[in-house]
């Protein structure tokens, strides 16, 4: 089967305008990105969606594959099913633009999992460590059921407890790493909107309960840091440097 890794890549966020392109260690952030997946599925089979010329630049220019995409996508998710439609693969790996710390390990894990499940969407999740606060509302947590199949998302602490006895010791969060096959992204589009859950809490995965599609959750490693606004840049660099002695 061939597995491809698409990564959205806008450059007109509403937080961070250019994000994709902000030097980390003197290398945009997506070409960071874009080197981790290559040592997952190989450099060929590495695609960047984006809206802006900008962006498609800096990648083809890096040796990478872009895929221009409309400005009117609803959610990244949205973007790569519009991607989709202009390559072909049996797998299509969804890895976030600002995860310049993603583990290639990991994403070899979620394809393979969703090799032995064709029929289900793959997710990763962690779990929130000691220095995370499972209430904070950027930190979506996970619930599952026992076979870790995805019963709900939230960005409330969950899940929940009548007695303190009861309380969880430890939470679920969901790590941006995602596997589909075209059907399941065309599917994704065509339901034409944001589902009321998935406006509500501003989780794109939970458009697939309203498809009634099983999503199928896998541990990955912990510890990775995104770049959501510029003063996640400092913390970032700073670990860019310890993983590559730098």
């Not at 959610?75 to 600002?98: C, K």
């Not at 995965?205 to 959501?228: H, P, Q």
């Not at 670990?239 to 590559?244: G, I, N, Q, Y």
Request: proline share 5%.
């Amino acid at each position: 089967m061939k597995s491809i890794v698409l990564i959205p890549a806008r450059y007109q966020s509403s937080r961070f305008p250019g994000k994709p392109l902000v030097p980390l260690l003197g290398k945009p952030m997506i070409l960071w990105v874009a080197e981790l997946s290559a040592q997952a599925v190989g450099q060929e089979n590495v695609y960047v969606a984006t809206e802006d010329t900008r962006i498609l630049d800096v990648v083809e220019s890096a040796g990478f594959q872009a895929v221009m995409t409309s400005d009117k996508a609803l959610t990244g998710t949205d973007r790569l099913a519009i991607a989709a439609e202009q390559i072909e693969a049996d797998i299509y790996i969804n890895v976030q633009g600002d995860e310049p710390l993603v583990n290639p390990k990991d994403i070899v894990k979620i394809r393979d999992k969703k090799i032995e499940h064709m029929d289900s969407v793959i997710n990763g999740y962690c779990w929130i460590s000691d220095h995370e606060n499972p209430e904070s509302i950027n930190i979506p947590k996970v619930i599952t059921n026992e076979a870790n199949q995805l019963v709900y998302m939230s960005r409330r602490a969950l899940p929940g407890f009548k007695e303190a006895k009861n309380a969880p010791t430890r939470y679920k969060k969901q790590v941006c790493i995602y596997a589909f096959t075209k059907d399941e992204l065309h599917a994704f589009k065509q339901f034409g909107r944001k589902s009321e859950l998935e406006q509500s809490e501003d989780i794109e995965i939970l458009r697939y309960l309203e498809l009634d599609k099983s999503v199928i959750m896998v541990e990955t490693e912990g510890g990775s840091l995104a770049v959501d606004i510029p003063e996640d840049i400092a913390p970032v660099e700073a670990a860019l440097k310890r993983v590559h002695g730098r």
